[in-house]
């Protein structure tokens, strides 16, 4: 293969790629069952979006733009907006406190047992390692009709986990009613589908990355 030749198709994949991640952030997200019109713009009570334990993947000392995603491990729209979401975190390390809040939606078969085994790593403070994980082999295990816990206990092991006490967490019914604190604060704050996205308690719908920058910029900025 030429030089040339290898140039132009870097340039036409990372077209693609762009092209990808506004399609994505430009097409509805999964909705749970049922679900309504959301309200963009309407402010939420900031104890809905953000509690003391909830994970923050960074965090800006000043507090002055928090970030806030609910997301589904096994939502496609999330998985392709992931590395968006990565990206901010580079661009605005330090500016930005960036917050994941887990919010299974019913119809993916897994996405409550991937939030219970990301919950069992945050256990052993592997929450962000665990969390990119997921999204990283998604298209492994996503869309399976039978329980990926093996897989996710293999993922547990492959980051270090104390495994013995990882499924001492799994097995604890506490560790499943986290997730779902997550979930019913999501649905109190009118969260219909994922990723759905606030910023300073503000429902926010971008359309594309650079939405999501003239947003953060904007709350940087006040």
């Known amino acids: 293969m030429t030089k040339n030749l290898k ?37 939420v009570p900031a104890e809905l979006l953000v509690r003391e334990n ?17 997301l ?10 992931y590395p968006a979401i990565e990206q901010l975190r580079t661009e605005y390390a330090g500016r930005v406190t960036f917050v994941a809040r887990y919010f299974p939606i019913s119809s993916h078969f897994n996405a409550e047992n991937a939030a219970v085994a990301v919950e069992a790593a945050a256990q052993q403070d592997r929450f962000e390692p665990m ?20 897989l996710f206990r293999q993922f547990a092991a492959e980051l270090g986990l104390d495994m013995a006490a990882y499924d001492r967490t799994i097995a604890d019914p506490a560790t499943l009613e986290r997730v779902r604190a997550d979930q019913r604060d999501g649905q109190a704050a009118g969260v219909q589908g994922t990723p759905t996205f606030f910023l300073n308690g503000e429902l926010i719908e971008p359309r594309s990355l650079d939405d999501l920058r003239a947003a953060l910029d904007s709350a940087l900025a006040r």
């Open 72 to 81: 589904d491990f096994e939502c496609a729209a999330c998985r392709a907006a």
């Open 54 to 70: 909830s994970h923050r993947l960074s965090t800006a000392p000043d507090g002055r733009a928090t970030f806030v995603e609910f």
């Open 131 to 150: 969390y990119q994980r997921m999204f990283e082999t998604q298209s492994t295990w996503g869309e399976r009709q039978v329980s990926q816990a093996p």
């Open 7 to 43: 140039a132009t198709l870097t340039v036409v994949v990372v077209a693609v790629g762009v092209l990808a991640l506004l399609l994505v952030l430009n097409r509805p997200s999964t909705p749970e069952p049922a679900a309504q019109e959301s309200a963009t713009g309407r402010l």
